[in-house]
């Protein structure tokens, strides 16, 4: 995914008047050129000898990195919406699904529970042969595998369940 990608999509929402697509790419291309900053101020303290051309060149984030700025603003999502369902706010609910829903697309497509379940089983058996066998290192290595296609959560339950803590 490309930023220029992410502005053609803001472009053609506003066009389309889709409010939500306009709100969730302009906060995404925010949260986008934030990183970006940091990016770039990272690399000046740590390695002053860069030209501006090399530093120009440097901040720019590659598509895993963009990835996982979508990874985060999902997550804002779904944490939201857990807080407006605990606080009883069908219609922040609502919206927050929305642009959820929305965000999706920009994601890798996620995996089912039984694909997931699958993936623990395998590390689980893989740890076993070690004699190491926990959560932290089971989460540790399902995590990798699991990344921007899982939602956290899920996964944090299925190898509970899977582990018996």
Do not use: C, W
């Given at each position: 995914?490309?930023?220029?990608?992410?502005?053609?999509?803001?472009?053609?929402?506003?066009?389309?008047?889709?409010?939500?697509?306009?709100?969730?790419?302009?906060?995404?291309?925010?949260?986008?050129?934030?990183?970006?900053?940091?990016?770039?101020?990272?690399?000046?303290?740590?390695?002053?000898?860069?030209?501006?051309?090399?530093?120009?060149?440097?901040?720019?984030?590659?598509?895993?990195?963009?990835?996982?700025?979508?990874?985060?603003?999902?997550?804002?999502?779904?944490?939201?919406?857990?807080?407006?369902?605990?606080?009883?706010?069908?219609?922040?609910?609502?919206?927050?699904?929305?642009?959820?829903?929305?965000?999706?697309?920009?994601?890798?497509?996620?995996?089912?529970e039984a694909?997931?379940?699958?993936?623990?089983?395998?590390?689980?058996?893989?740890?076993?042969?070690?004699?190491?066998?926990?959560?932290?290192?089971?989460?540790?290595?399902?995590?990798?595998?699991?990344?921007?296609?899982?939602?956290?959560?899920?996964?944090?339950?299925?190898v509970k369940?899977?582990?018996?803590?």
């Amino acid at each position: 995914m490309k930023i220029e990608d992410i502005k053609k999509d803001l472009m053609e929402a506003q066009k389309a008047q889709n409010e939500i697509a306009v709100s969730v790419l302009r906060m995404l291309l925010s949260s986008i050129i934030n990183k970006q900053k940091d990016k770039r101020l990272y690399i000046a303290a740590h390695e002053s000898d860069l030209t501006q051309v090399d530093l120009d060149r440097r901040e720019k984030l590659d598509d895993n990195e963009i990835l996982e700025v979508i990874i985060a603003e999902a997550k804002k999502r779904r944490d939201s919406i857990f807080s407006f369902e605990e606080g009883s706010r069908p219609d922040l609910v609502e919206r927050e699904q929305k642009e959820l829903d929305f965000l999706k697309k920009y994601l890798p497509v996620e995996l089912t529970e039984a694909e997931i379940r699958k993936i623990v089983e395998d590390v689980i058996a893989k740890l076993e042969t070690t004699g190491q066998k926990n959560i932290g290192l089971v989460m540790k290595e399902v995590i990798p595998q699991t990344k921007g296609r899982a939602d956290g959560y899920l996964v944090g339950k299925i190898v509970k369940e899977m582990i018996g803590e």
